[in-house]
């Protein structure tokens, strides 16, 4: 069942989607579409985009893609220009932001390529941070106790420990949960209702993510995911109640909660462990 928003159907929503063609920003997007919020989605492929806006389209409302590589700042200014653009020209209510696109890279340190986790760090966590911050200002001045706006940012339950061979990712990841619950108080204590924020943790899903990362199609990413719709259902769920933080999926919940109790030597020696053995 399509997951509906918190805005009136009088108004003419519109969201705006990063990594939007595969996987959990997929799903969110899509979930969206059928609720009859418009939508400014991004990703890095034009021909992906334009498949999945024509898609959306048949949904009744209006999609705008918007091809373009957000570890690059540039990149960022085009994307939140062109979302804001759209929403004033076609008196459309931005109300609502979902930052999902990211990418890992498995392997110890010295093996990755340098420029790979620059540009990790910047999509990850920077690209995330930017969007945030010119989305909290502008739905603070927009959004109303009646019809709140609201962001969700996609973190991960690597954000909840260091993780060998899976370092750089992870930390980005934290990154995204710390400055999200920071800014999610923030905005509690002086937006009044107006705006949420919500950070969304899931652990591994079935979108390719561990493929993409240098992975195994049999990896665990792949045999124990969970998943994308329902992480996305949750995700909107948890949105649209306004919670900080949901962690899907009951065991992903528990592990969690296990992470931060043990010692954080022995949370460390363990997840390599794990990692040292995939392929």
């Not at 063609?21 to 997929?26: A, D, E, F, L, V």
């Not at 209006?62 to 929403?87: F, M």
């Not at 943790?201 to 329902?230: H, K, N």
């Amino acid at each position: 069942m399509p997951v509906s928003t918190a805005a009136s159907p009088r108004i003419r929503s519109l969201a705006l989607v990063t990594g939007a063609t595969s996987g959990i920003g997929r799903a969110v997007a899509e979930n969206l579409a059928h609720a009859g919020v418009n939508l400014v989605i991004n990703a890095w492929s034009a021909r992906d985009l334009e498949a999945c806006a024509e898609r959306w389209r048949a949904c009744g409302i209006e999609v705008h893609p918007v091809a373009a590589d957000l570890s690059e700042a540039r990149a960022v200014e085009h994307l939140w220009a062109s979302t804001v653009a759209l929403a004033e020209s076609r008196d459309f209510r931005f109300d609502i932001l979902v930052n999902n696109a990211g990418f890992g890279a498995f392997g110890p340190d010295a093996s990755i390529d340098e420029d790979v986790l620059v540009r990790m760090l910047r999509l990850n966590a920077e690209a995330l941070m930017r969007l945030t911050h010119r989305a909290a200002r502008r739905f603070t001045e927009t959004g109303t106790p009646s019809a709140p706006a609201r962001i969700l940012n996609i973190a991960s339950t690597a954000a909840f420990q260091s993780i060998p061979y899976f370092a750089h990712y992870a930390a980005t990841k934290a990154f995204v949960l710390s400055y999200s619950e920071a800014i999610a108080a923030e905005l509690d204590a002086s937006a009044r209702g107006r705006v949420t924020l919500t950070t969304c943790a899931p652990g591994p899903v079935r979108t390719g993510f561990g493929v993409a990362a240098g992975l195994r199609e049999d990896s665990p990413f792949d045999r124990q995911a969970m998943d994308a719709g329902g992480v996305a259902k949750e995700a909107l769920r948890a949105m649209r109640a306004g919670e900080r933080l949901v962690v899907c999926g009951g065991l992903n919940r528990f592990g969690a909660v296990l992470t931060q109790l043990a010692p954080r030597r022995l949370a460390t020696r363990i997840a390599g462990a794990l990692l040292s053995k995939m392929k």
